[in-house]
């Protein structure tokens, strides 16, 4: 199995699969990160922009090597794998029990037609693993295991390496994607100030929203400063909120809050406050129905689904927790949407 920089990387496999984006079928990378108690496996979702977990297998089993070969031509066909991405401490080198691991899993598995690349872990992957996982512990009250984040290695790396390769390539110019602003299952709201009331946030449309406050915050690009979205959800069940990461390109989800509770709206409106502040709010989305976006939903369920498995809990539960988080695809659909819109340098 070949080893190329992620430059080369990119060039050969990568550029012309994120060029085109919308394939019914589109490639994935898979990402194994070898720590010294696990091996960990994340795979991209069919964007190519969000990585997400896996599994993750104990390096003291038997027969290690050969079940990861198998489960490896397994996620190749059901994933169409088009290659690796390797977790390492240091990009310039492979530490010596991830080369050892990967000489084996050539020896027990037929790779040879695979390229490999490595990368290392990003503060972005970890912001979006570890917003799930809190909100998880959360609201089903557990303490956080101790091993959980090396756990998720292989997640945090292949999203720094999404992340710089979709820098690098520019958009298609195919805005089928946007079939005008009443189809947006979301509304765009800007916050009021502190001497506003609730009754005099404003609202505007989405590409109103998009041109006037969000355009340029996202032209901007990789502004530790920049201003962040804050999503809403009412279903019949909860009220939830989630936020945009610092990239204004992932949605997390932070909190969901019970409407049987006493003091509701006042409970709500001092977590607006204390949110503005904090995260640096420049408006709100808020969800005006279920919204369905596969491209949020696969990431949050991967999330969701290895954190369950890892905490022992039943699989039952992931429904539930789902219910807590409609915030999050109504705001995924909008970063998706905003985020296309200046890659393509839409003219509006």
């Known amino acids: ?23 019914s079928k589109p490639g994935r990378l898979l990402c194994f990160d070898v ?3 696990y091996v960990s496996l994340a795979v991209s979702d069919w964007k190519n922009k969000t990585a997400a977990p ?17 489960l490896f031509q397994s996620l190749i066909s059901e994933y169409n794998i088009v290659g690796f991405v390797v977790g390492t401490r240091n990009i310039n080198s492979i530490d010596v029990q991830t080369q050892i691991f990967i000489d084996d899993l050539c020896e027990a598995g037929n790779f ?9 872990t990003p503060e972005n992957g970890e912001f979006i693993f570890k917003q799930i996982l809190n909100f998880v512990l959360e609201n089903l009250k557990l303490s956080p295991p101790q091993k959980i984040m090396e756990m998720a290695y292989a ?11 979709n820098k690098m390539v520019d958009g298609s110019n195919n805005k089928s994607i946007m079939r005008g602003t009443s189809a947006m ?14 009754p005099q946030m404003e609202y505007i449309d989405p590409l109103d929203f998009f041109k006037e406050i969000f355009k340029d915050i996202l032209r901007n690009g990789y502004d530790l400063n920049s201003g962040r979205l804050l999503g809403l959800h009412v279903s019949e069940k909860y009220v939830s909120f989630s936020m945009s990461d610092w990239k204004n390109k992932t949605v997390v989800p932070l909190r969901a809050l019970d409407r049987q509770e006493n003091n509701l709206t006042s409970s709500a409106a001092d977590l607006f406050q204390s949110l503005i502040s904090e ?45 807590m988080c409609y915030a999050v695809p109504a705001l995924q659909g909008y970063l998706d949407i905003t985020n296309k819109m200046v890659e393509e340098d839409w003219k509006i």
């Open 112 to 120: 040879n037609d695979f390229k490999y690349s490595t990368s290392i």
């Open 1 to 23: 199995m070949e080893n190329l920089n992620p430059l080369d990387f990119y060039e050969k496999i990568l550029k012309d699969i994120l060029r085109k984006k919308y394939y």
């Open 54 to 70: 896996l599994r993750v297998l104990d390096r003291q089993q038997n027969n290690l090597t050969s079940s990861v070969a198998d």
């Open 155 to 165: 997640v945090c790396a292949l999203q720094t390496y999404l992340d710089d390769m």
């Open 35 to 37: 720590s010294d108690k």
């Open 185 to 198: 299952p979301f509304a765009a709201m800007l916050p009021s100030s502190s001497h506003d009331t609730v």
């Open 279 to 323: 995260h640096n709010i420049v408006g709100f989305v808020v969800g005006t129905s279920k919204a369905s976006f596969i491209h949020a939903e696969f990431v949050f369920n991967r999330h969701l689904e290895f954190i369950l498995e890892n905490l022992n809990q039943p699989k039952n539960l992931n429904q539930t927790i789902v219910e």
